[in-house]
């Protein structure tokens, strides 16, 4: 698929999970691998139920949480997802803001890999971009 075209599969994907709370299962592989950067030990979650358990275990660290994408950007077969998150912290109710990335790798029309970075720094280092 073309940059734009993938671009338009993660944005997709992005803006349906934040009306509806599920990802468009259609555009993800049935075994999607996700692997959740900003969790040590996080371990890696596979296909529909890996990725209903990872954003379970994400969003339990969290009291309330807003997540809003700032800009998408193509290398490769890979897409980044710059998403500003405002949260409170479970618990402790320490409020955070911060830019997040997730890395959509695309093959096939699909999404077949999700990375998530507590930075968008650390996201775009990890597909070859420095901005």
Request: charged share 30%; no cysteine.
């Amino acid at each position: 698929m073309s940059p734009e075209k993938n671009i338009e599969l993660a944005r997709r994907g992005v803006e349906r999970f934040l009306r509806t709370g599920e990802p468009r299962w259609d555009d993800l592989d049935p075994e999607i691998e996700i692997h959740d950067h900003d969790v040590p030990d996080a371990g890696t979650y596979r296909g529909p139920d890996g990725f209903r358990e990872w954003i379970a275990d994400w969003a339990q660290a969290w009291e309330s949480f807003v997540i809003q994408p700032e800009e998408y950007l193509a290398a490769a077969d890979k897409v980044v997802a710059v998403v500003r998150v405002s949260a409170r912290g479970k618990g402790s109710g320490v409020p955070v803001e911060r830019l997040d990335g997730m890395v959509w790798t695309v093959r096939g029309g699909k999404a077949v890999r999700l990375d998530y970075y507590g930075s968008r720094v650390e996201a775009l280092e990890s597909v070859g971009l420095s901005r």
